[in-house]
């Protein structure tokens, strides 16, 4: 019988310090206290574990049930014109949460089906949970691979289900949790959690984490099993079928065993998005789909702009990268995207991707492309990849020469796509890239969308800009407002103080035993390390202040 150790919290510790807690949004001051405290958070969540699997079935679910757990819904643009709901999730939680994700994803990763395509466990990974090959593009070449193999005239549909994530129920997650884990205290305590992450509803997955990736795949996992048995050529990623088949009819009763496996757990097709193409169409499709002519778009597609800084090639895996962008007109690219009454997505996010790999000069020149008042609208589909881009081209000294043009840039787009600033995540992923330095018309900005926020990870993207900036009379601001704060947002302006010397060691010894207090998650044990205990030591560290 599989089991939960230690070494599935540190993974999922390892996960987040590496590639953030929610891909929706970006990197915060969270993903770096688990990423320098990797042990100390899978130590204190195994402890936990520990402690729930020696309680009562029953018990250890109440005993999450009767916690205050914060999480927090924001939304997030998906496209040009359609938006989701991500969670935001409290750092130990979203280790602990993780952490029983990747147990289960172990436990499951024998059980599933070969043409289950997306997010295929990494038994010898540390910080990738996933095999990196079973990617959207390889789903893709596989279908094709598929599709060529049949007469051309054989039918391919392709259909993905409707609101999928929104739609899992919690009660048939654990129904199969219980399958892996017959002791039912694993099953328990994730209904538990999904609970609080839904504000109480019995039903959908927080959308951006690794676990809801695990049990999104472990949901789908008998349907899988049924279209295999029913024996129909069919492929997945995630929420996204495709069926190959013979004629019309056997195509037509595909989709029939599809869509009748699917309403037994309460799904459904989305009808909008099922299509049936003959085999020679699809491959056509989805060949120039893929970027299978030698023009640049087509070959800035197919180019793999994941760079692993700890190969014992990187250097050189590095500089291969940057001569294989530096042979493609990006600029040129860009340029065709806007004349498209719809860009491509993932052709602009390609080309936010390489912006740290491009000479100063050129990169200038595509950051100005992509933030042009009347450009940016345009490209809104992909804002979150174009402002890590931007972010990264800041932080980089390399790119210092050009660094107050593009800061210029970047205020103006308060002013002329406040429009784009609606959402919370784009809110976030904009803040980020302030942080590198104060203007007025960033503090100006700031200052209000703090002083409007409801939301309390945007309040504390706002401090983290002020502690960066070493913004003094914003730190005295916020000390006033200590008492009113929520713990998430006291516990940024603890971290701050130690930007503002005798200033904030006096603020820090005047609200510390009512900060200890605001720390505590409820399930802290004597002579145990703690989630405070890990935060305080962390905010004593100079790298934490960097």
């Keep these: 019988m599989p089991e939960v150790t230690l070494q599935h919290f540190a993974r999922a510790a390892a996960d987040i310090g ?47 049930d009767a916690l205050s757990i914060f999480n927090e819904r924001l939304l997030t643009p998906t496209g040009s014109a359609g938006f989701r709901v991500t969670t935001k999730i409290h750092p130990f939680w979203s280790v602990y949460f993780n952490g029983l994700g990747v147990a289960i994803a172990e436990a499951l990763e024998d059980q599933r089906d070969p043409h289950a395509r997306s997010y295929r466990f990494r038994r010898d990974g540390t910080e990738e949970l996933f095999d990196r090959s079973f990617s959207w593009r390889s789903f893709r070449e596989a279908t094709v691979a598929e599709a060529r193999s049949m007469p051309d005239d054989a039918i ?15 009660h048939y997650v654990q129904n199969s949790i219980n399958d892996l884990f ?29 676990a809801s990736r695990a049990l999104a795949e472990l949901f789908l996992n008998p349907v899988d099993q049924r279209m295999t048995v029913s024996e129909i050529r069919w492929f997945r990623y995630v929420d996204d079928y495709v069926l190959i088949a013979p004629s019309n009819a056997d195509a037509y009763r595909a989709l029939s065993v599809l869509s009748y496996a699917l309403a037994d757990y309460g799904l459904t097709l989305n009808r909008g998005k099922t299509v049936m193409l003959t085999a020679k169409h699809y491959v056509d499709y989805v060949t120039a789909q893929l970027g299978g002519d030698e023009d640049g ?52 996010t390609q080309i936010s991707r390489t912006l740290k ?5 050129i990169a200038l020149q595509l950051v100005a492309t992509l933030l042009a008042p009347e450009n940016l609208h345009a490209f809104r589909g992909s804002w979150s990849t174009i402002m890590r881009g931007i972010t990264g081209l800041r932080a980089d000294p390399a790119f210092d020469s050009i660094a107050s043009q593009v800061d210029s840039m970047l205020d103006a787009i308060a002013d002329h796509s406040s429009h784009l600033l609606r959402a919370e995540a784009s809110i976030l992923h904009y803040l980020r890239t302030l942080q590198a330095r104060r203007t007025t018309e960033r503090a100006t900005f700031v200052q209000r969308t ?9 309040k504390r993207a706002c401090i983290e800009c002020w502690r960066r900036w070493k913004d003094r009379a914003a730190f005295t601001a916020l000390r006033g407002s200590w008492s009113s704060m929520s713990p998430e947002c006291q516990r940024l302006v603890w971290l701050a103080a130690d930007s503002f010397g005798d200033q904030g060691d006096g603020f820090r010894r005047q609200v510390e035993l009512n900060f200890k207090h605001a720390l505590k998650l409820g399930i802290e044990r004597q002579d145990k390390a703690t989630f405070a205990s890990v935060y305080e030591g962390w905010c004593s560290d100079a790298k934490a202040t960097a």
């Design 18 to 64: 590496a590639h953030g807690d929610n891909d929706t949004l970006p990197f915060d001051l969270d993903t770096r206290l688990v990423q320098q405290r990797q042990a100390e958070f899978a130590n204190v969540a195994f402890g936990l574990f520990d402690e729930l699997q020696r309680d009562g079935s029953i018990n250890s679910k109440r005993k999450i």
């Design 156 to 170: 391919v549909v392709q259909t993905d289900v409707s609101s999928f994530y929104e739609h899992v129920s919690h």
């Design 182 to 210: 017959p002791d039912v205290r694993v099953g328990n305590q994730i209904t538990a959690l999904l609970g609080k992450f839904s504000a109480g509803r019995s039903f959908g997955l927080p959308v951006g984490g690794q």
């Design 297 to 348: 778009a087509s070959r800035l597609r197919a180019v793999d702009l994941h760079f692993d800084p700890y190969s014992d090639t990187a250097i050189d895996d590095y500089e291969s990268l940057k001569e294989t962008v530096a042979t493609l007109e990006v600029q040129s690219i860009l340029v065709q995207e806007l004349e498209k009454a719809l860009p491509d997505n993932f052709l602009v």
């Design 357 to 361: 790999l491009q000479q100063p000069a």
């Design 450 to 458: 703090y002083e409007h926020a409801r939301s309390e990870t945007v």
